[in-house]
Antibody
Framework: EVLQVESGGDLVQPGGSLRLSCITS????????MDWVRQAPGKGLDWVGR??????????EYAASARGRFSISRDDSANSLYLQMNSLKSEDTAVYFC??????????????WGQGTMVTVSS | DIVLTQSPDTLSLSPGETATLSCRAS???????LAWYQQKPGQAPRLLIW???SRATGIPDRFIGSGSGTDFILIISRLEPEDFAVYYC?????????FGQGTKVEVK
């Protein structure tokens, strides 16, 4: 069974930092691009960024709202994806989902989603 | 950025009826690389359609995606109770990946 489980969500003050993790199983993690997508309470889906597979040199790409503050990394040996979030703002409050690209190329929809982890930025 | 506008915002229908959801892009979606997702309350989204018209694994043939360029449609025929949810379109041909605002299909 394919599984993705996020963790690390918490209540953090504005300006603070947080590191989210996503542990996967049931598929060859190293083959896939992986993304983070977030959803603010009661709102729609918002792409955060992605990391390529080893074949594409683990290249990262970010939404404008995340660029310079967030960093995506992965550990293929641990089948894990990470999101380091710095300089957090209230508008970063959301459920954060890790997602898998449905193909092994750089063009893909998100076919596997974790259950999400809640990040609340508030004083 | 490509802006995706879904219509209507809410669709009120009865089980057994057909839902027609629209997704319009602000510019042509590269390679018709458009996906549809279903999300139920408290759950993660689920991929329904990719490449505008290809059903994801395990998705029943009641879900039909079509369209090209800037206009895309998701048709859900013979609505089942489990189909009442929010549906999002998403383009993945250009960066940044963008989503529509969602259409809620509710029980009339």
């Amino acid at each position: 069974e394919v599984l993705q489980v996020e963790s690390g969500g918490d209540l953090v003050q504005p300006g603070g930092s947080l590191r989210l993790s996503c542990i996967t199983s049931g598929f060859t993690f190293s083959d896939h691009y992986m993304d983070w997508v977030r959803q603010a309470p009661g709102k729609g889906l918002d792409w955060v960024g992605r990391i390529a597979n080893r074949g594409k040199s683990y290249t990262t790409e970010y939404a404008a709202s995340a660029r310079g503050r967030f960093s995506i990394s992965r550990d293929d040996s641990a089948n894990s994806l990470y999101l380091q979030m710095n300089s957090l703002k209230s508008e970063d409050t959301a459920v954060y989902f890790c997602t898998r690209g449905h193909s092994h190329s750089d063009i893909y929809a998100f076919d596997i989603w974790g259950q999400g982890t809640m990040v609340t930025v508030s004083s | 950025d490509i802006v995706l506008t879904q219509s209507p915002d809410t669709l009120s229908l009865s089980p057994g009826e057909t839902a027609t959801l629209s997704c319009r892009a602000s510019q042509s979606v590269s390679g018709n690389l458009l996906a549809w997702y279903q999300q139920k309350p408290g759950q993660a989204p689920r991929l329904l359609i990719w490449g505008a018209s290809s059903r994801a694994t395990g998705i029943p043939d009641r879900f039909i995606g079509s369209g090209s360029g800037t206009d895309f449609i998701l048709i859900i025929s013979r609505l089942e109770p489990e189909d009442f949810a929010v549906y999002y379109c998403q383009q993945y041909g250009d960066s940044p990946r963008t989503f529509g605002q969602g259409t809620k299909v509710e029980v009339k």
